[in-house]
């Protein structure tokens, strides 16, 4: 039997019935005793975990009342209203981002200097790791940092894989130099100091713990301890199911190419009608996906233009906002800009990879605005295409053009934005976590 939307964006969020059916299950005995019973009342005052987790039980029941009516509660002017089919669950969502917005509140651990923690790189095929860190800490924090962490749900260990990889794995002499024992050293330290110093690791397990990071190397950070780090929460651009990550725990990141003094390329996406190109894509042969596509397409179809190289005065980004659809083959890693720079440009990303878990898609229902091919099709990518009907097209098309909100790099951050959306996949997995008083 099919689920339902709100079955599916609740399959990682996984609820007990008790606290819907009795929303005050969770509150002491001793508030229903009665005076003719008892001559005194003693009050226990609760203890900040008590207090942190009637506050996400109060988010449980807001998010149910939401799906059940089919409406949101906030005592907020709304700047935007998730509505329509990008989402799995509108109601849902919306409802969970006014409970993250009015409750969240998150500790960065202040331990370490930088550049290997409180930094790391904002441009390039990495800078969404450095822009977290920055605007988790210094900007967006004020509404989500907590005084101290004893207030907070959710902990974040602010280190920079891509910064530890440039910093210390030089100089690289010998295949041997790429091990990663060092990257292992310094997370293993790292999080022995702050276990040391707080009783936070240990209360949950690291479950309540999170990292974000876009290196190919970031999903082997807990690979010295696996059993230790099992519960430890990793954002992952490289979300790749084959290779140990796991949807329920960990959260999937777009891979953003981040300009140099820009936070997002230009626009240059035309109208649908405008669009005179089947299917475009643009780099280098790396890993065997793209060279099966290049060996089935480059050079051989005006419809589906594939490149290793464009020549001059051939414009990437014009190119892209000519076409209607845009292939996104994974790398050596199955993350890839693609799909961002795609939608970017309103060009309905073609996902090519094995293995992949789609950015939010806990919350995004991906096959409303991209389509996905699996690499042994490839060869029928030209026909896959041809049979979508245009007013389909036109539809994707347009949600495309929704979406793009979700993947805006902004500073400050703004709701519903790339960054609130990284927390919100934080603040879900949270939701699901309940820890012992």
Same mark, same amino acid.
């Given at each position: 039997m099919?689920?339902s939307?709100h079955?599916?964006?609740?399959?990682?969020?996984?609820?007990s019935?008790s606290?819907l059916?009795?929303?005050?299950?969770?509150?002491?005995?001793s508030s229903t005793?009665? &005076?003719?019973?008892?001559?005194?009342?003693s *009050?226990k %005052?609760?203890?900040?975990?008590?207090?942190?987790?009637?506050?996400?039980?109060?988010?449980?029941v807001?998010?149910r009342r939401?799906?059940k009516?089919?409406n949101?509660?906030?005592n907020?002017?709304?700047?935007?209203?998730p509505?329509g @089919?990008?989402?799995?669950n509108?109601?849902a969502?919306?409802? /969970?981002h006014?409970?993250m917005?009015?409750?969240?509140?998150?500790?960065?651990? %202040?331990?370490?200097?930088?550049?290997?923690?409180?930094?790391g790189?904002?441009?390039?095929?990495?800078g969404?790791?450095g @822009?977290?860190?920055?605007?988790?800490?210094n $900007?967006?924090?004020?509404?989500?940092r907590?005084?101290?962490?004893?207030?907070?749900?959710a902990?974040? &260990?602010?280190?920079s894989?891509?910064n530890i990889?440039?910093?210390?794995y030089k100089?690289i002499?010998?295949?041997?130099?790429?091990?990663?024992a060092?990257?292992h050293? *310094?997370?293993?330290d790292?999080?022995?100091?702050?276990?040391? %110093?707080?009783?936070?690791?240990?209360?949950s397990n690291?479950a309540?713990h999170?990292?974000v /990071?876009?290196?190919d190397?970031a999903?082997?950070?807990?690979?010295?301890k696996?059993?230790f780090?099992?519960?430890?929460?990793?954002g992952?651009c490289?979300?790749n199911?084959s290779?140990?990550? !796991?949807?329920?725990?960990?959260? /999937?990141?777009p891979e953003?190419?981040?300009?140099?003094g820009? &936070? !997002?390329p230009p626009?240059?996406?035309q109208?649908?009608?405008?669009?005179?190109?089947?299917a475009?894509?643009?780099?280098?042969?790396?890993?065997?996906i793209?060279?099966?596509?290049? /060996?089935?397409?480059k050079g051989k179809d005006k419809?589906i233009?594939v490149?290793?190289?464009l020549t001059?005065? @051939?414009?990437y980004?014009?190119?892209?906002?000519?076409?209607?659809?845009?292939?996104?083959?994974?790398g050596?890693?199955?993350?890839?800009?693609?799909e961002v720079e795609? *939608?970017?440009?309103?060009?309905?990303?073609?996902?090519i990879?094995?293995?992949y878990?789609l950015?939010f898609?806990? $919350?995004?229902?991906w096959s409303k605005?991209s389509?996905?091919i699996? $690499?042994?099709q490839?060869s029928?990518?030209k %026909?896959?295409l041809?049979?979508?009907?245009?007013?389909?097209?036109?539809?994707m098309?347009?949600?495309?053009?929704?979406?793009?909100?979700?993947?805006m790099v902004?500073?400050?951050?703004?709701p519903?934005d $790339?960054?609130?959306m990284?927390?919100h996949?934080?603040?879900?997995r949270r939701?699901n976590?309940k820890?012992?008083?």
């Amino acid at each position: 039997m099919n689920e339902s939307p709100h079955q599916q964006f609740f399959s990682s969020l996984t609820l007990s019935s008790s606290l819907l059916d009795h929303p005050n299950a969770l509150q002491s005995s001793s508030s229903t005793s009665s &005076l003719s019973n008892s001559p005194t009342i003693s *009050i226990k %005052k609760r203890s900040n975990l008590e207090r942190r987790e009637e506050e996400l039980r109060k988010a449980r029941v807001a998010i149910r009342r939401a799906v059940k009516l089919k409406n949101y509660t906030s005592n907020e002017d709304m700047t935007y209203i998730p509505t329509g @089919q990008i989402y799995r669950n509108s109601f849902a969502f919306h409802q /969970s981002h006014i409970e993250m917005m009015k409750r969240f509140k998150v500790w960065s651990y %202040k331990e370490g200097d930088q550049p290997l923690v409180h930094d790391g790189p904002v441009n390039d095929i990495y800078g969404i790791e450095g @822009q977290f860190i920055d605007e988790l800490e210094n $900007v967006m924090g004020a509404r989500f940092r907590a005084s101290q962490p004893e207030e907070a749900h959710a902990f974040f &260990l602010p280190f920079s894989v891509a910064n530890i990889v440039h910093y210390i794995y030089k100089p690289i002499t010998s295949p041997a130099d790429f091990n990663r024992a060092r990257l292992h050293r *310094i997370f293993n330290d790292y999080v022995d100091v702050v276990a040391r %110093k707080y009783p936070l690791w240990n209360q949950s397990n690291g479950a309540d713990h999170f990292m974000v /990071s876009c290196h190919d190397w970031a999903p082997d950070v807990p690979g010295s301890k696996p059993e230790f780090f099992k519960d430890f929460i990793r954002g992952l651009c490289n979300a790749n199911t084959s290779e140990g990550f !796991k949807p329920n725990i960990d959260f /999937s990141i777009p891979e953003i190419n981040i300009p140099k003094g820009k &936070l !997002k390329p230009p626009f240059m996406g035309q109208n649908p009608e405008n669009r005179t190109i089947l299917a475009f894509f643009a780099g280098r042969a790396h890993g065997y996906i793209r060279e099966i596509l290049f /060996s089935y397409w480059k050079g051989k179809d005006k419809d589906i233009q594939v490149y290793d190289n464009l020549t001059k005065g @051939q414009n990437y980004h014009e190119l892209i906002g000519h076409s209607k659809f845009c292939l996104c083959p994974s790398g050596y890693e199955v993350a890839s800009p693609r799909e961002v720079e795609a *939608i970017y440009s309103g060009c309905v990303p073609v996902v090519i990879s094995d293995n992949y878990s789609l950015p939010f898609n806990d $919350v995004l229902d991906w096959s409303k605005f991209s389509v996905a091919i699996p $690499v042994k099709q490839i060869s029928e990518i030209k %026909k896959i295409l041809q049979e979508i009907p245009h007013d389909k097209y036109l539809q994707m098309h347009k949600n495309v053009m929704k979406v793009r909100r979700h993947f805006m790099v902004n500073r400050p951050a703004q709701p519903f934005d $790339v960054f609130h959306m990284i927390l919100h996949s934080v603040w879900l997995r949270r939701l699901n976590i309940k820890l012992p008083s």
